[in-house]
């Protein structure tokens, strides 16, 4: 018997939790490096972390660790989503009627402008319909993440997380709408392409009012504390993450929804200002992380061209209408041009919407797979760069404590 068998082998065996471990840490440390002594958002370091480190970590970590991995992402995203959701003011909108059409103009005009680039390149209808959806939703993950990052306050930034859920709910129910239209792709049967689309809506929908319903009952029982409420939303959002993901909805739907219809049904406002802390932020660093561990880097020659008219379309079509209303809206035409600067971020809720795609028409990605992760790799790092200067110039960002 060997007197050392105690010892561990050499050289040692990696294990996924080791990748992951030194992902998270060499994340939250390019984060604050990022923050502290670029003046940029955290956000760039973690990405940049991820994007780096991302070969790596590939090439440890099994598809079943990826799975299990997810379900700290959903949190994340779950998070982010039901607290934008929570943001969205329908009292507001009743109020000044200009921002609901600011918002269904910049999501119209940034769809007709995507794609009609995306058909001068010769790209078929339905392919260049669904890189045009892409380009309708903000990224709720790094708007939030800015925000928050900044403790922003103000016109412009309330603005800009309204005009981030109204789009992010366009998007998302343009993808499950579209779902009849990509079904044709692969020959799928009428009542499948009708029936689909109504399913993922209809089901999200109620799928978000029973566990809003819930939910307001809990915090009528046990009132206002802090504590119970956040340990009680996130077990509701990985609920709702679950029941989503088993009755195959739109999870982003439901969880955007579950926000919207908590606030909208909570009459007596028994909800407190939800501040999801330190302990949520591990939840986000990891998720921009892997998301930056996804992002794709071959192929880009050819793709170039193609990103670089749908990043413009897409800048057109977010600033325009919100500047063209800025007077009707009450806002300065100043701040209206920050406000739709601060729309551009795109990341992790476009590749997942792109992965759904994919999943559904494969074809897709022969067509426009390779310009759409140039185009979300781009606007990964200067999104966030976007958002911040615009909270900035507008004067609502708060110096953070030293």
Do not use: C
């Not at 739907?253 to 802390?277: A, I, M, N, P, W």
């Amino acid at each position: 018997m060997d007197p050392f068998h105690f010892l561990p082998a050499w050289p040692p065996t990696e294990t996924p939790l080791l990748w992951i471990a030194v992902l998270l840490l060499a994340a939250i440390v390019a984060g604050e490096t990022a923050r502290r002594f670029l003046r940029v958002s955290r956000i760039v370091g973690y990405l940049a972390v991820g994007a780096l480190l991302g070969p790596a970590v590939a090439g440890v970590i099994t598809s079943g660790t990826v799975d299990q991995l997810r379900i700290f992402v959903d949190v994340a995203i779950g998070m982010l989503l039901f607290e934008l959701g929570q943001r969205v003011d329908l009292s507001w909108l009743r109020r000044n009627p200009s921002l609901l059409a600011a918002s269904v103009l910049e999501a119209l005009l940034t769809f007709v402008l995507v794609y009609l680039a995306m058909t001068l390149f010769g790209i078929r209808p339905v392919t260049a319909a669904a890189a045009a959806l892409l380009a309708v939703a903000t990224s709720p993950a790094v708007v939030m993440t800015v925000v928050k990052d900044l403790r922003a306050q103000g016109q412009v930034t309330e603005r800009v997380m309204l005009f981030t859920a109204l789009n992010t709910t366009y998007a998302v129910m343009g993808l499950s709408l579209m779902v009849g239209w990509l079904h044709f792709e692969t020959q799928q049967p009428l009542t499948t392409k009708i029936l689909h689309p109504l399913y993922l809506l209809s089901g999200s929908l109620l799928l978000a009012a029973v566990l809003a319903a819930v939910m307001l009952s809990l915090l009528r029982l046990f009132g206002r504390r802090p504590a119970f409420q956040f340990s009680a939303t996130v077990s509701l959002v990985l609920l709702t993450v679950a029941a989503a993901s088993m009755l195959k909805l739109s999870v982003p739907l439901t969880l955007l929804l579950l926000g919207v219809l908590g606030r909208l049904l909570d009459r007596e406002r028994h909800f407190v200002s939800l501040k999801f802390g330190e302990t949520a932020m591990l939840f986000i660093v990891l998720l921009f992380a892997l998301a930056g561990a996804s992002l794709q880097f071959a192929g880009w020659a050819a793709a170039v061209p193609v990103a670089l008219a749908f990043i413009g379309a897409r800048l057109v079509g977010k600033m325009l209408p919100v500047i063209l209303l800025a007077n009707a809206s009450g806002l300065a035409l100043r701040k209206s041009s920050l406000v739709g600067l601060g729309l551009l971020p795109m990341s992790g809720l476009a590749l997942l919407m792109l992965h759904e795609m994919l999943r559904i028409a494969p074809a897709l990605g022969e067509e426009i797979g390779g310009a759409m992760f140039l185009v979300i790799t781009i606007m990964a790092f200067a999104g966030p760069l976007a958002t911040d200067f615009a909270l900035r110039r507008a004067g609502e960002a708060a110096e953070e404590a030293s």
